[in-house]
């Protein structure tokens, strides 16, 4: 699969590689493994700051946006700056 603008975003909370434009407060373009989540699909911890709470269902969760997917599937670091293209992670070797 190539490169995907924005205008068509992944599957929610599946991760892809994502292209980031001004990629922390910095003037360069890097390419992270991430994640896009809607609102309310995201869950966070409740140590983290930022986020939005839940009274009816007594979770955090993350804001709506991309966010950078690690090997830590309960860490998630909201992406700074702009994504502009995402692509479907490569298949795993046999």
Known sequence: M???PITQLP???KPVLAYVQNAYSGNRSLIIR???AP?????QSSDCEGGEYDED?????C???WYETN??????????GEVTHWMLLPEKPE
């Open 11 to 13: 599957e929610p909370n």
């Open 2 to 4: 190539n490169w995907q």
């Open 57 to 61: 269902t007594d979770t955090y969760w």
């Open 39 to 43: 609102a309310k699909t995201l869950e």
């Open 71 to 80: 090997c830590f599937d309960e860490i998630n670091w909201r992406v700074d």
């Open 63 to 65: 804001l709506e946006g």
């Open 34 to 36: 991430a994640q896009y």
